[in-house]
């Protein structure tokens, strides 16, 4: 069973949730930036948000034309299959430049799909029951 584009979405905006904790926690406790577990983490959200965006539609990536959604998609590539020539530094490179972008249109994107979801004070999404 697929999971419908909102589904996707909500999982790509949970990912970029899950590294910008961990990319905080790295941060407050310096010893964790050569963590491998840190790195492992931090790629495998990638591939999350990677193989997510394969399946956003083209209509709703035009929305959002900021984004590069070919270039989202092919880092989960290269993480999965050219695995040996990442760097984490390159990985925080992407983290700090290209993350809030993405962010920023994810939230833009599930509101419209979404009128009731809000943004919290801290950063997180709630749900206003139904």
């Known amino acids: 069973m697929s999971r419908a584009e909102h589904e996707r979405l909500r999982d790509i ?23 491998p577990l840190l790195h492992d983490a931090l790629l495998y959200e990638f591939i999350v948000i990677g193989e997510a965006v394969k399946h956003v539609s083209a209509e709703t990536r035009a929305q959002e034309p ?13 993480i999965a299959h050219e695995y040996f020539h990442i760097e984490i530094s390159r990985v925080l490179e992407i983290v700090e ?18 009128p009731h979801e809000q943004e919290s004070d801290d950063g997180s999404h709630d749900h206003e029951p139904t």
């Open 13 to 35: 905006a949970n990912a970029i949730s899950t590294i910008k904790a961990h990319v905080q926690r790295a941060r407050d406790e310096p010893s964790l930036t050569k963590d």
């Open 66 to 78: 900021e984004v590069p959604w070919q270039d989202v998609a092919g880092l989960r590539d290269l």
């Open 97 to 114: 430049r290209d993350l809030p972008v993405l962010e920023k249109a994810l939230d833009r994107l599930l509101a419209e799909a979404d």
